[in-house]
């Protein structure tokens, strides 16, 4: 099998209302993604997708298009689809960083590969390791604070167990925002924050979990800037409080860095961030072996994304979601879907079909109607 052709499609899909987010980051209410259709000589189509957010990764749909299209095709295109950590590492050398782009590419072949063996990706990498479907938490926006107590309180009665806040906003609005969502939640549900790097300083962010004390935080998702190990590892040996780190996870050097700072209680992975499904597979097991578990987050995944999330949450032991919920929600996040088979979600839980490759089937005449290059 040789691959035909890849083509880059970007696409623009809004948000619900109700589910558009706010962060450290700013909104995010209107998403812009790459589909990737590779085709090969036998006839199989593979999907993929690079869920770019450029205040998140520093990847734009033209950008990602122009780099799938015109550095990364050439490169793969009429080789074997199986040859995967090959072609991940062909492209890693034509481009540094551009995980998702990458990702996007490697999903759609992993999606080939698995339809000619007739298999779902997850038996590919080792098989289930647990249940095909999963509990997920609930990531709520930087809301003010009654909308993010309301919101958390109809999130509870539609059965999460797990609400992770964002904060590093407005300190005074981050506190009430986390106080609303405990009241609203009660004492015996989880409650998570997630800074996305955003406070600058060890003493700030300090400050700001100190006044939320009474809330009872699980976990503090990516507090300090990207690259701030040492704050990491102060902040979690003056406060006690336990890390999770996110932003500062997309390679392996950044993954060892982690290690060996001894700087943080689990590790956020997913398949766009670590530049492909093998990778971030590869990347669970490692930290694994140091002993530290692993969770998803999200970038609001559309269909194709969430099939490569699930794909690689069911296959790696070491994304203990049972203990430490991450987030696959993202397609409930949209108006609509693009695939005629979209992943069962229900309250909390999403469910991955055991059919062969992602699992899903893109609507390819739907993608044509929402392309944003014509
Ligand atoms: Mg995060």
């Given at each position: 099998m ?7 499609i970007p696409?623009?899909i809004p948000?619900?209302?109700?589910r ?7 909104k ?5 993604f790459?589909?990737v ?5 036998d006839?199989l189509?593979g999907a993929?997708?690079?869920?770019v ?9 033209w950008?990602?298009?122009?780099i ?6 050439p490169l793969v295109?009429g080789c ?13 050398k034509a481009?540094?960083?551009n ?7 490697e ?12 298999k ?5 990498l080792g098989?289930?390791c647990?249940p ?5 938490r609930?990531?709520?926006g ?6 993010a ?7 509870a009665?539609?059965?999460f ?7 590093a906003?407005?300190p005074k609005l981050?506190?009430q ?10 004492p015996?549900?989880t ?6 790097a955003?406070?600058?300083?060890v ?18 998702e ?9 704050g990491?590892k102060?902040l979690?040996?003056v406060?006690?409080h336990k890390?999770l ?7 392996e050097m ?10 943080c209680?689990?590790?956020t992975?997913y ?6 499904i093998?990778r971030?597979?590869r ?6 072996e140091a002993?530290?578990?692993?969770t998803?987050g999200?970038?609001l995944?559309w269909?194709v994304?969430?099939a490569?999330?699930?794909q690689f949450i069911?296959s790696?032991p070491n994304v ?9 929600l993202?397609p409930s ?6 695939v ?5 979600i229900?309250g909390p839980?999403?469910?991955l ?5 992602l699992?899903?089937?893109v ?6 109607q929402?392309r944003?290059?014509?």
């Open positions: 040789q691959i035909a052709s890849v083509e880059a696409v623009r948000l619900k209302p109700e558009r987010m706010v962060s450290a980051l700013g995010h209410e209107v998403s812009e790459v589909l259709k590779l085709m090969t000589n006839g189509v993929g997708e690079a869920t957010t450029p205040q998140w990764s520093g990847e734009t749909v950008g990602a298009k122009s799938i299209e015109r550095l990364f095709a295109t074997d689809p199986h040859d995967i950590d090959d072609l991940s590492t062909r492209m890693e481009a540094v960083g995980w998702f782009a990458r990702a996007a590419i999903m759609a072949c992993w999606d080939v590969v698995g339809q000619q063996a007739g779902p990706i997850y038996e590919l098989g289930a647990r095909l479907t999963i509990r997920n609930f990531s709520l930087a809301y003010p604070p009654d909308v107590g309301e919101r958390a309180a109809a999130l009665e539609a059965g167990e797990t609400i992770k806040v964002k904060v906003t407005d981050d506190v925002r986390v106080q609303a969502v405990r009241e609203a939640i009660g015996e549900r409650l998570t924050v997630d800074a996305n955003g406070w600058r300083t003493e700030q962010a300090m400050a700001t979990l100190d006044r939320m004390a009474d809330c009872h935080i699980a976990l503090v990516q507090p300090l800037l990207r690259n701030d190990f040492h990491l102060e979690r040996d406060t006690g890390i780190a996110d932003e500062s996870c997309f390679d950044q993954l060892r860095e982690l290690i060996l700072h001894d700087c209680d689990a590790i992975l398949p766009g961030k670590q530049g492909g093998a971030a597979h990347m669970a097991a490692l930290a694994g002993g530290i578990p692993c998803i999200s970038n995944e269909d994304g969430a490569g999330m699930m069911v790696s203990q979601i049972e203990t430490i919920p991450g987030d696959c993202g996040y949209h108006e609509f879907a693009i005629k088979n979209p992943l069962v229900e839980f999403t469910t079909p055991d059919t062969p490759g699992g899903i089937e609507d390819w005449d739907l993608v044509e929402h944003i290059d014509r």
